[in-house]
């Protein structure tokens, strides 16, 4: 059985963003994998990668590119698996570029679209950890730990700001 989600990214210049997915996907313990493959240097592989994932099991595709983003449209295209687009910066715009080429999908093939870069990318992870949670009630349950970690952060970095300034 594959593993549930297969990151993809345009180039390996993409992954010191798109590490970011990994990263957040291995807090809430959901195996992943990483390839590489372009949009438009490589469209036949991307597709046929694609299909073949899609067969192999993979449930959530997660895709960053930048410039001219095409990649997760592409892969949505291909796929009826959820795609997740994290937009990357580099582009003439940094990063605008790729959030409107990635968002702006006709209508009959969604892309959900996080934010431009290292946030996005980690956003990305969570969100897709999230869509697996739907079927799993254990990842579900470390969703809500994470969720109550990021409100008791939250409060602790109040506190310290309230030390801070009393000293
Ligand atoms: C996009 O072009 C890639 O996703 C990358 O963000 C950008 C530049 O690629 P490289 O020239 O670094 O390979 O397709």
Known sequence: MSEPVLILIGSKSDWETMREVGAALDRLEVRWRVQVSSAHRALSRTVALVQQAEADGVRVFVCGAGMAAHLAGVVAATTVRPVIGVPLPGGIADGLDALLATVQMPGGVPVATVAAGKAGARN?????????A???????ERLRRFKQELSDAVAAAD?????????
């Open 124 to 132: 990305a992870g969570i969100l897709a950890a999230m869509m697996l």
């Open 134 to 140: 739907l079927g799993d009630e254990a990842l579900a």
């Open 159 to 167: 506190m310290a700001l309230g030390e801070e300034r009393r000293s």
